[in-house]
C-alpha cells in the first residue's frame, strides 16, 4: 500500500499512512502541529511529548518502518488525533508569543468565562505536573494548560477525542478532574491566594451536564471551536484552518461528521 500524500491546514502536502482503524499518522509529526515561523521548532514542550507509544501495532506492517523512521520509535504525536498536537497548536503557540497578545487573549478568556476585572499580566505554560495532592510529592497531576493572570487562574483539562481518566490517585477511585479538583483545595489556595482558581474543561463536543462550583472552586466547560473562532489568537485566521482540518481527519461514523 501507497504513502498518501495529504494537504494540511496550509495547503502543503505531507506524507501519511492510514491505521487499521482508518486514524492518519504522519511520518513526520511536525506535520501535525503549528510551528510558527518565528519559533524554533521542535520547541521544548513538544520535545518532552516525544515518548515512545506502542500504537504502531495498530498499523500495517509494511507502513511500521515508515512511522518509526524519523525518531527510531513511532510517538503518539504522529497522530492526527493527538490532543497534545491540539494543546501546542493552540496554547503552546499563544505561550510563545508577545506579552501583549497573551494579555489580550486572557482578558476575552476571563470575560468569556464570567469574570470581571482587568488583566495586566499573562502567563501560559503546558503540561506542568505540580505536587500530587494525597502525597505531595513528585508526579503529582500533569496541568495541560495553565494559564495564569493576576485576577485569575485558570487550570485546563483538554480532550480531543478521548474521554475522562478514570482510576487515578492512590487509592486508585479518583478521576482526572477528581485529582485537580484536590490539588485547588489543599495547596492551590495557598499558591494563588486571593486569585479566582478556574478547572475548566475543553472539549470537542458541546453537549455536556452543567459544570458545578463545589465549595468555592468553580468548574467551566468550553469547546475547542469557541477557542479557535472567538478568541482573539495572534495566529488566529491559520489556527482556524487548523480545526477545522484536524476534525476532518476524524473518521467518520456512519457518515456522520464528528462533533464541533
Not at 481527519?249 to 456522520?256: E, M, S
Amino acid at each position: 500500500m501507497p504513502v498518501s500524500r495529504l494537504r494540511n491546514w496550509n495547503g502543503e502536502e505531507i506524507e501519511a499512512v492510514q491505521s487499521r482503524g482508518g486514524v492518519w499518522a504522519f511520518l513526520d509529526y511536525l506535520n501535525g502541529v503549528i510551528c510558527p515561523a518565528d519559533c524554533a521548532c521542535p520547541p521544548p514542550e513538544l520535545v518532552q511529548k516525544l515518548s515512545k507509544s506502542d500504537k504502531y501495532i495498530h498499523f500495517y506492517p509494511e507502513y511500521q518502518p515508515l512511522i518509526t523512521r524519523q525518531l527510531g520509535y513511532y510517538t503518539d504525536l504522529q497522530s492526527a488525533h493527538s490532543e497534545d498536537a491540539m494543546v501546542w497548536s493552540c496554547f503552546g503557540t499563544l505561550a510563545h508569543s508577545a506579552p501583549s497578545a497573551r494579555v489580550t487573549w486572557a482578558q476575552w478568556l476571563v470575560d468569556r468565562l464570567g469574570f470581571s476585572g482587568t488583566i495586566e499580566t499573562s502567563t501560559i505554560s503546558l503540561w506542568r505536573r505540580v505536587p500530587h495532592p494525597d502525597s505531595f510529592s513528585q508526579g503529582g497531576p500533569e496541568l495541560d494548560a495553565l494559564i495564569q493572570t493576576d485576577k485569575v487562574v485558570v487550570i485546563s483539562e483538554t480532550k480531543w477525542r478521548s474521554g475522562e481518566s478514570q482510576w487515578q490517585g492512590i487509592d486508585g477511585r479518583s478521576t482526572q478532574f477528581d485529582l485537580r479538583e484536590r490539588f485547588i483545595r489543599v495547596l492551590g489556595r495557598s499558591l494563588y491566594r486571593d486569585r479566582q482558581i478556574v478547572l475548566l474543561s475543553i472539549v470537542l463536543d458541546e453537549h455536556g451536564e452543567p459544570c458545578p462550583t463545589r465549595d468555592g472552586i468553580v468548574f467551566k466547560r468550553i469547546t475547542w471551536k469557541t477557542l479557535v473562532n472567538e478568541g482573539p489568537h495572534p495566529l488566529s485566521a491559520e489556527l482556524r484552518r487548523y480545526y477545522d482540518w484536524k476534525r476532518n481527519l476524524i473518521p467518520r461514523k456512519h457518515g456522520v461528521a464528528p462533533p464541533g
